[in-house]
């Protein structure tokens, strides 16, 4: 095994800290907290929702409906986005990593080494290539702008408590006790 196959680094500590997704049902084999925080490390690995998804044993599919029930502003979709932007990061720097250091293959004669020959990925460059290309237009991906939002929105919402104070809600009237008042 060379240094390129080395792992990425493990996510940081306060990405897995999430409000899990509240279960409607218990389902064997379903999306449990335990399976939430694995499914968000795997994603800081990869970045990549279908791998992640797959290597806690479910779909891509299931997983963007755990996102869109959890909602826009839950603490598993921040957790989501900033999973992509960690592992997008370390893929990035493997890459330029990898372009700057490309792979050794030796060259045999006769079952012998006789010298090393430099090969580059070119799909490691275009890739490379792709990513700069957007960011020399500013083109934002849909995670970042995600994460500013939620910031963005977090930041309110601590204002509001601050000013306001903690949010008290008042307990729901009974049915029963709705239906009394009605007819008195």
């Not at 995670?143 to 008042?170: D, N």
């Amino acid at each position: 095994m060379s240094r390129h196959d080395d792992l990425p680094p493990p996510p940081p500590r306060d990405l897995l800290t999430f409000t899990p997704v509240p279960q409607t049902r218990h389902i064997t084999g379903g999306w449990s907290a335990e399976v939430q925080r694995a499914f968000v490390a795997a994603l800081a690995r990869c970045a990549v929702v279908a791998m992640a998804a797959r290597s806690v044993g479910m779909t891509p599919r299931s997983a963007y409906q755990l996102r869109r029930r959890a909602g826009e502003h839950s603490g598993f979709a921040y957790a989501w986005d900033r999973a992509i932007e960690h592992g997008a990061t370390a893929a990035h720097a493997r890459v330029l990593d990898r372009l700057a250091d490309p792979d050794q293959i030796p060259i045999m004669w006769r079952g012998t080494v006789v010298g090393w020959r430099k090969k580059n990925d070119d799909r490691l460059l275009l890739g490379a290539l792709r990513v700069l290309w957007a960011e020399r237009r500013n083109m934002v991906p849909a995670h970042r702008e995600r994460i500013a939002r939620a910031e963005i929105y977090r930041q309110q919402c601590a204002e509001a408590e601050a000013r306001l104070g903690p949010v008290v809600w008042p307990d729901p009237v009974e049915p029963a006790a709705r239906k009394s008042r009605r007819r008195t």
